[in-house]
């Protein structure tokens, strides 16, 4: 239900479905022709070699994850305790009358929480990043763009340096919002690699169930 975008009162309703095709998954034989289409950039040839290159890419994962719930730490650790007054009725006047279509006192009450802590951000992150010279430059852009390029495409380090690439690479360099949004995202990125010095991160297992209850813990929390 919470796929189709329905709610629990939507429970009774009927729905007409027309199969337009029906699929068999089957699983492939352990041999080098399916390693090398699972894994094209690597010389794997045994089954132990593939199980490693799993492991490898498991291992990865988790440890992106990790990084993440330490970012989200490290953000809420400056955004909860970092004192900035703000001029309230001024922004919340602002908030109902200064868009394209004037909002109410209701919706600004509401949206005023969320509002004030991006501006906080803002703010916080333009500081940090004067402070301790954190930048973007333009070959950041450029090989930002390029890896997500070949991580769409599967394709190996070998073709980075292929024309089309290059073509691909100078025509997103032109795409005014492409540029403003992958800045942000390497600033920010930037920025977390920065805190990350500045603290004792310390180690602590946990059980693949709890971290998720974790992850799922601080998402709902920003909702």
Request: no cysteine; charged share 30%.
């Amino acid at each position: 239900m919470k796929d189709l975008g329905l709610e629990e009162k939507d429970a009774d309703r009927y729905f007409q479905l027309l199969i337009t095709k029906v699929g068999l998954i089957e699983k492939a034989e352990l041999d080098e022709a399916f390693y090398k289409t699972a894994y094209p950039n690597k010389e794997i040839t045994t089954e132990d070699d593939f199980r490693n290159a799993v492991k490898e890419d498991i291992q990865k994962y988790w440890d992106q994850q990790s990084r993440n719930q330490l970012s989200d730490q490290i953000y809420h650790q400056l955004l909860d305790h970092t004192q900035i007054n703000f001029p309230e009725s001024f922004l919340k006047r602002w908030m109902q009358n200064g868009g394209e279509k004037p909002k109410t006192a209701e919706q600004v009450e509401t949206e005023y929480p969320s509002f004030v802590n991006s501006l906080k951000w803002t703010l916080i992150v333009d500081q940090l990043v004067k402070n301790n010279g954190i930048e973007v430059k333009q070959e950041d852009l450029r090989e930002f763009a390029k890896q997500q390029l070949l991580g769409y495409m599967g394709v190996g380090a070998s073709d980075e340096r292929q024309d089309w690439v290059r073509d691909y690479i100078d025509r997103m360099m032109k795409d005014r919002k492409y540029v403003e949004d992958s800045y942000n995202r390497l600033q920010t990125q930037k920025l977390f690699d920065w805190a990350e010095t500045q603290i004792n991160a310390v180690e602590t297992p946990i059980s693949k169930e709890e971290f998720i209850k974790m992850n799922e813990a601080h998402q709902h929390h920003h909702h």
